[in-house]
């Protein structure tokens, strides 16, 4: 359940109202407690304090100025109070509770320590994604508290349904074997071995392996509470083994104490984690298929090594080690997904035949849509319907034994994007990582939890010194790769893709990320005449509706050499860094002119620099800085859209100078790797081209 800004209605009354969110019972009381999520001990003190959500606020139960989770229980609701809706309800309560919580007392508490809930955006940038929770909804307090003038009394009652919102549990997020056992699932070896339907798994004799093929989804039964419950009931009955055994068969279901939870459903509430499933799961076992069908041998795999060796990556893009010679043995969960959505398309290019490279194609098409961020309904349906294609041709070109239960729950993975958002909002590369920071703290193995808490308490009060609130090994300036995503405001990159993908009519110039920064010295020029004409350009078409109107344009300017949006760095070609500076977007037309078509499509380019310039907005009427990256765009080859999705081909040759040159970085689709120059057989003969990959799927 999601709290969303009640501004009310015609009536005055909010949309939502108290019953809403906590509806009461016969006696006036709210169904769900604070206490029952935090249940106190002998002493009267919860179990669980506001130090387990929010690291960063004490908890001393000697202090005056201490937060507890019981201050912030507004105590029971009589029968006229639930009857009311939310705006009645806090308007009319003005008491002030003084035996602990202080709304004052807590900012001023906050103050002191420099950790303001209310901070400004940018402090947010080294900030842990629960403090953006903490951010999101204390900028909901304070608009409602403003909105409808509410006492302190009312704001407790907000912060209260806030922080029991967020005690619940919200989901089960492990791989396949420990998610049967934590939920009570059959393991995926038994005849219902699937968590989400009730699809039979046979074999065909006594010891055989289970068939699990078959991806006609519309056939299968849902699992459903009722039945779940059903089950547990008819286990709890069961007077033997043999019966137990009996239902565990027929259902799937095993007992768990998670089905005791009253607002936990156990079928809906557990995911599919696309980092096992996918990469771990898939992508390692379609390796092991190719060795097997004699298509990845000793010398096809030195072939691939070289090819990958030879990509360039953009910055922050590992590097798959020297070990694909050794027949891909030791792949981290990072490098696997580098290798499914970067280097496999281009490396397995010759290697397999047509028809398997073609089934491979569809998989990486699924999983780059699947991995980005963000993601609409759009794209993961038609992801769905891919992974449901690939599925089908596996069945058909290596048989129905080398079907594996990864398969049939990946057809399931919709439903989880649709409850939780973007794969990357759940999957489980920091708990990997964070395994792997913990297992570096120990030393030895005498007392190794000791040493784990010593070293894990030594960073958390090192970390207060950054204001980070987590340890220094997962700061920001360490998220890259898969944990990247982990890091970013959702909304912040919504609003930069959209604004990348949009018409450039719509185009926001000055909608750059408040997360960004230029990690370079800024030096010094001036324009020349034919560079400021086109930058004049520029600003026409930004400013379409002002055009008559443009102010005067300065002829100095800023470059500098690479630019950290969104987490990511672009570089250009005149970084010390050897990462590839290829970018794509919505620019460019023919001849270096500046395509302001609605059908625009997208185009690759090599940044050779970034230049910062200051011009008076002429609809702020202020001067604005404005921040553009200087291109060379590669030409339109002619079998552009032959290859396998995602990648592409371009020209070894560059547009002409034109307006195009200069673009918003704000307009950049994302970053690219690139191939060395290739030597490819066309159907009117041998051309050169360069063979590019971009980090986001592009249409």
Not at 196 to 215: M, R
Not at 237 to 251: D, G, I, P, S, Y
Not at 337 to 354: F, G, H, Q, V
Not at 475 to 488: N, P
Request: charged letters at 20%; aromatic letters at 12%.
């Amino acid at each position: 359940m999601k709290l969303g800004l009640c501004p009310g209605n015609e009536d005055g009354e909010p949309d939502v109202a108290l019953d809403d969110v906590c509806p009461g019972n016969e006696d006036g009381e709210p169904d769900v407690m604070l206490d029952d999520v935090c249940p106190g001990n002998k002493d009267g003190e919860p179990d669980v304090a506001l130090q387990n959500l929010n690291s960063d606020i004490e908890v001393d139960y000697n202090d005056d100025l201490a937060i507890r989770a019981n201050d912030i229980h507004p105590g029971p609701l009589d029968n006229e109070h639930s009857s009311k809706t939310l705006k009645d309800d806090l308007e009319n309560e003005t008491e002030v509770i003084d035996d602990g919580f202080d709304v004052d007392s807590m900012f001023e508490l906050s103050n002191e320590r420099n950790e303001a809930p209310f901070c400004d955006q940018d402090q947010l940038e080294h900030r842990s994604p629960f403090h953006a929770v903490v951010h999101f909804y204390t900028q909901f307090l304070i608009y409602f508290q403003l909105r409808f003038n509410l006492p302190e009394r009312g704001l407790q009652l907000l912060l209260y349904f806030i922080v029991e919102l967020i005690c619940k549990l919200d989901s089960v997020a492990c791989d396949t074997p420990a998610t049967r056992k934590v939920c009570g699932y059959t393991s995926c070896s038994s005849t219902h071995g699937c968590s989400k339907c009730l699809k039979t798994f046979s074999c065909s004799a006594f010891g055989e392996k289970l068939d699990y093929s078959g991806f006609d989804r519309h056939n299968w039964p849902l699992r459903t509470l009722d039945q779940h419950c059903f089950a547990l009931h008819a286990l709890e009955n069961a007077t033997c083994q043999t019966q137990c055994e009996q239902v565990e068969r027929e259902f799937g279901v095993r007992y768990s104490e998670l089905v005791r939870l009253p607002y936990f459903n156990i079928i809906k509430q557990h995911i599919i984690d696309l980092m096992h499933n996918g990469y771990l799961g898939t992508a390692k076992h379609m390796v092991s298929v190719w060795k097997d069908h004699g298509f990845l041998g000793p010398i096809e795999c030195e072939k691939i090594q070289a090819k990958v060796d030879n990509m360039t990556v953009p910055y922050g893009i590992g590097r798959i080690p020297h070990k694909i010679c050794s027949k891909f043995s030791g792949l981290t969960a990072d490098q696997w997904r580098n290798w499914t959505n970067i280097y496999s398309l281009y490396a397995l290019k010759e290697i397999l035949p047509d028809e398997h490279y073609s089934c491979w194609a569809m998989f990486v098409e699924a999983s780059m849509q699947l991995a980005q961020h963000p993601v609409s309904v759009h794209v993961i349906k038609a992801a769905d319907l891919k992974l449901l294609e690939f599925c089908s041709t596996f069945e058909h070109l290596y048989s129905k034994q080398a079907c594996t239960p990864n398969m049939h729950m990946r057809c399931h993975l919709m439903e989880c994007i649709l409850n939780y958002g973007p794969a990357s909002a759940f999957w489980l590369y920091p708990f990997e990582r964070y395994n792997g920071v913990m297992q570096s703290f120990v030393g030895n193995w005498m007392m190794p939890e000791m040493q784990m808490m010593k070293r894990f308490t030594a960073y958390q009060r090192a970390s207060c010194f950054e204001h980070t609130g987590i340890p220094t090994e997962l700061c920001a300036d360490r998220y890259e790769g898969s944990l990247l995503e982990t890091t970013v405001d959702v909304y912040e990159k919504s609003n930069y893709q959209q604004n990348a993908s949009c018409s450039i009519c719509a185009i926001n110039v000055l909608m750059l990320p408040r997360i960004h920064s230029t990690g370079s010295r800024t030096v010094e020029f001036f324009f020349s005449d034919c560079d400021l004409y086109y930058l004049t350009q520029v600003y026409s078409v930004i400013y379409s509706d002002y055009s008559s109107q443009m102010p005067f344009i300065q002829k100095t300017y800023g470059v500098f050499s690479d630019l950290t949006i969104m987490g990511e760095r672009f570089l250009s070609v005149k970084s010390r860094s050897q990462r590839s500076s290829v970018i794509v977007a919505k620019w460019c037309g023919a001849n270096g002119q500046i395509d302001t078509s609605v059908s625009s499509k997208y185009r690759y380019g090599e940044v050779q620099h970034f230049i910062q310039h200051h011009m008076t907005s002429p609809e702020t009427k202020t001067l604005q800085k404005h921040l553009f990256a200087a291109v060379q765009w590669f030409r339109i080859h002619p079998r552009q859209g032959c290859t396998a999705k995602p990648l592409e081909i371009v020209s070894t040759d560059f547009e002409p100078e034109g307006p195009a040159t200069f673009i918003p970085v704000s307009r950049i689709k994302c970053r690219c790797a690139i191939s060395p120059k290739e030597l490819i057989q066309f159907d009117y003969g041998e051309d050169c081209v360069y063979i590019v990959c971009p980090m986001t799927f592009v249409n």
